[in-house]
């Protein structure tokens, strides 16, 4: 007991989140936080791996790329990967990233497209991704000469790729295709464990980012204890919950994560998604 009391004693009070941070991060989050994920990157990568003139260490990562729903001409919602959203907070989907640690620089590489595309989809030259993101950027059809050139083993470059395992899914991670690594001096063993290390530590941005996701979600689920009634369908509860936060959040597609909304014993289900039963009275 007094253990279980003396953790308690070190939970800090709660502090309600203050409202006018919100206007910083609705349109995305600021590019600082990113910059701090690199530069923390950076010095743990320098921390176990030498880094000189002489040796130089470079890391390239992939971004998403949307998936087609199965042979249709649609695709499937898109999120960007993960450790690639942690080191350049790109959302668009098609890039890659590269890292220098010697100069302690990043470079963004996007698909150049042309305006034949603007037809159906939004299409940004490099400097306004360059604006958007306040990094360097470069088209991909440049990324195999800058690799083959500024990477050659002759360079004393080792690049570096982000292989690992998730231990949970058991899935690896998303790496760049061999045609932008040929020749050139691999490291797939290091990076993984180092970035994962980077991302248990969360910066200033990414606690505020956290804390307004749950608040978001708090709201979200009163709103739908709020407006819940007999005979309503659980497709319906979740609308409610989709709808707090799109109206007074404009979450657009991307939820803090997808409610379950469940009548019942389906309320004890994890991962519950059949979601087409009806509320009952009592």
Not at 206 to 229: D, T
Not at 234 to 247: N, Y
């Amino acid at each position: 007991m007094v253990e279980a009391q003396s953790v308690l004693d070190r939970v800090p009070n709660y502090v309600p989140i203050d409202r006018s941070t919100w206007d910083g991060i609705k349109e995305q989050l600021p590019n600082s936080c990113f910059q701090k994920n690199r530069a923390r990157t950076y010095r743990l990568f320098k921390e176990k791996v030498q880094v000189s003139a002489q040796s130089s260490a470079v890391a390239l990562f992939k971004g998403a790329s949307e998936v087609p729903l199965y042979s249709s001409d649609v695709s499937y919602p898109s999120y960007q990967e993960a450790f690639f959203y942690y080191l350049f907070g790109v959302t668009e989907m098609d890039c890659y990233g590269l890292l220098d640690f010697k100069e302690e620089k990043a470079i963004l590489f996007v698909p150049k497209l042309d305006n034949l595309y603007k037809i159906w989809m939004t299409v940004m030259t490099k400097e306004q991704y360059a604006s958007k993101y306040a990094i360097e950027v470069r088209y991909i059809e440049e990324l195999q000469e800058y690799m083959a050139i500024q990477c050659a083993s002759s360079t004393g470059t080792t690049v570096y790729v982000n292989r690992g395992v998730n231990s949970d899914s058991k899935l690896q991670t998303m790496i760049p295709e061999q045609t932008y690594l040929a020749d050139l001096r691999i490291n797939y063993d290091t990076l993984h464990d180092i970035v994962s290390e980077a991302r248990t530590i969360k910066n200033d941005d990414e606690v505020l980012a956290l804390r307004w996701a749950s608040q978001i979600a708090a709201e979200s689920h009163v709103h739908v204890m709020q407006n819940c009634k007999p005979g309503m369908r659980e497709s319906q509860l979740e609308s409610f919950f989709v709808f707090r936060g799109q109206q007074d959040y404009y979450i657009g597609r991307v939820e803090p994560y997808l409610s379950i909304c469940g009548c019942g014993p389906t309320a004890a289900t994890l991962h519950y998604q059949d979601n087409d039963k009806t509320l009952i009275d009592g």
